[in-house]
């Protein structure tokens, strides 16, 4: 699928403008960047939370599921939590049991703690299917063996269902583990796109080579 070329101002302030792009069905396509970059506005505007500068829409016909930075629990079971975006138990059984949650199915989701509450909220969002799945930032509350659990998960979700996944990530490793595709923004533009293999190991950009060299130490 294609989104549409955008800009995105806060208080007259340009925060995000970037030009059409393609996102692959059933790819994961990272999006990584600085602090301040526009990663996160990207997801917003992308995902309909919040508008374009010309308020028109990024995508038009398509189903899109977003997982914002900041996961929330409903107060009821973790169970009943994940069981707000789709009514099969066996589903919410089965990707509990794949992130290690599934003992914790009947206790009060606000008695989590913020790593059990983020693969909470990631069963929750993959209760059901998109054309475009958004996760922004959804392991950076996990240990390492929570984050390889969740990858794992996210790829066999995207192939399954052949949707394209955007992947919201500070951490060019996992960027390097999941990602079919790589967009690098920085002061709210597009550096560099391309197939993950070559943006993330052989950059074309000066500038994507310095990214990477300082955060992927």
């Known amino acids: 699928m294609k989104t549409a070329a955008f800009t995105k101002s806060y208080h007259r302030r340009l925060a995000l403008s970037l030009p059409e792009l393609e996102l692959p069905k059933g790819q994961i396509t990272a999006v990584l960047g600085p602090n301040g970059s526009g990663k996160s506005t990207f997801a917003k505007v992308l995902s309909g939370i919040e508008a374009a500068d010309d308020k028109q829409p990024i995508l038009t016909g ?3 599921g977003y997982l914002p930075q900041k996961s929330f629990p409903f107060r009821m079971s973790t169970e009943k939590n994940i069981l707000q ?3 099969d138990p066996q589903r919410a059984a089965a990707l ?5 949650i599934e003992g914790l199915a009947g206790q009060s989701a606000k008695r989590l703690s913020g790593g059990e509450t983020a ?3 990631l069963c929750r969002i993959l209760m059901r ?3 475009l799945l958004i996760l922004d930032e959804p392991t950076a509350a996990m240990d390492m063996e929570s984050t390889l659990a969740a990858e794992k998960l996210i790829l066999e979700s995207c192939r399954e269902q052949g949707c394209a996944l955007l992947l919201i990530t500070h951490s060019i490793s996992q960027a390097k583990r999941i990602a079919d595709r790589a967009l690098v923004l920085h002061s709210g533009g597009l550096v560099e ?3 993950g293999e070559q943006v993330l190991y052989a950059p074309r950009e000066e500038q994507t080579r310095r990214f990477l060299e300082f955060y992927g130490l």
Do not use: C, E, I, S
């Not at 509990?96 to 290690?100: P, Y």
């Open 62 to 64: 398509v189903t899109v």
């Open 85 to 87: 975006n789709g009514k």
């Open 119 to 121: 693969r909470m909220a």
């Open 129 to 131: 299917p998109y054309d």
């Open 96 to 100: 509990m049991h794949a992130l290690g």
């Open 193 to 195: 796109q391309g197939p």
